[in-house]
């Protein structure tokens, strides 16, 4: 992935983060049990999940799940439908009068893909979503992506680079990008 960057697991770093993820994952169920129409309590939890006041304009529809919190920062008049999954750990920046449909997953992190380093680290990269940007329903964005201003994302699409502006970018497919060197294991 473009701009990656790696955090050893096994190590202070990742044992802070792991407790972060434990922390946030709480709250995101206390936030999908609330009542619909308790918004001051839904904000409540919404702060504590992103570490910070969020834009009276932000609109999260429940359920919501997010696995780390501090990386998201919101522009004003964002729309956020149910069932998103935010893994933010590599930054997540969503631009102001953001449409994001339901079920739609933004990953900034993953392993290598190289099965000896897999278990070694977790890579993570930032996510842009720039200005007026709808994205459809279950679509995903992979880490390192920048969604230009004005594009549109259809439904259902896998975003692995970068969207130009104004753009409207729609499918799924297949694509080998390269082959794995085997491991020890797979030798034996």
């Given amino acids: ?22 922390l946030v994952m709480s709250l995101t169920s206390r936030l999908n049990v609330l009542p619909f ?12 999940i992103f570490g910070k006041p969020i834009p009276d304009s932000l609109s999260i529809l429940p359920p ?15 729309f956020i439908n149910q069932g998103c999954f935010f893994l933010d750990y590599g930054g997540i920046t969503i631009g102001d009068r953001v449409l994001i449909g339901p079920r739609v997953t933004l990953s900034t992190a993953g ?3 190289e099965v000896d380093e897999r278990y070694d680290f977790i890579t993570h990269a ?5 200005d007026d940007v709808w994205i459809g329903a279950a679509a995903t964005i992979t880490p390192g992506v920048t969604i230009g201003r ?38 034996t």
């Fill in 126 to 130: 930032p996510i842009v979503i720039e």
């Fill in 37 to 48: 129409d308790d918004l001051d309590a839904r904000r409540a939890v919404l702060t504590e």
């Fill in 64 to 78: 919501f799940y997010c696995d780390y919190g501090l990386g998201a920062s919101f522009g004003e008049r964002v």
């Fill in 111 to 113: 392993h290598p893909v």
């Fill in 1 to 22: 992935m473009r701009n990656e960057q790696r955090l050893r697991t096994r190590t202070y770093e990742s044992r802070a983060f792991a407790e972060r993820v434990q």
């Fill in 150 to 187: 004005g594009s549109v994302v259809g439904a259902g699409t896998v975003v692995a680079k970068d969207v130009p502006p104004l753009s409207v970018v729609t499918a799924t497919s297949v694509v080998e990008r390269k082959r794995l060197k085997p491991t020890s294991a797979a030798n």
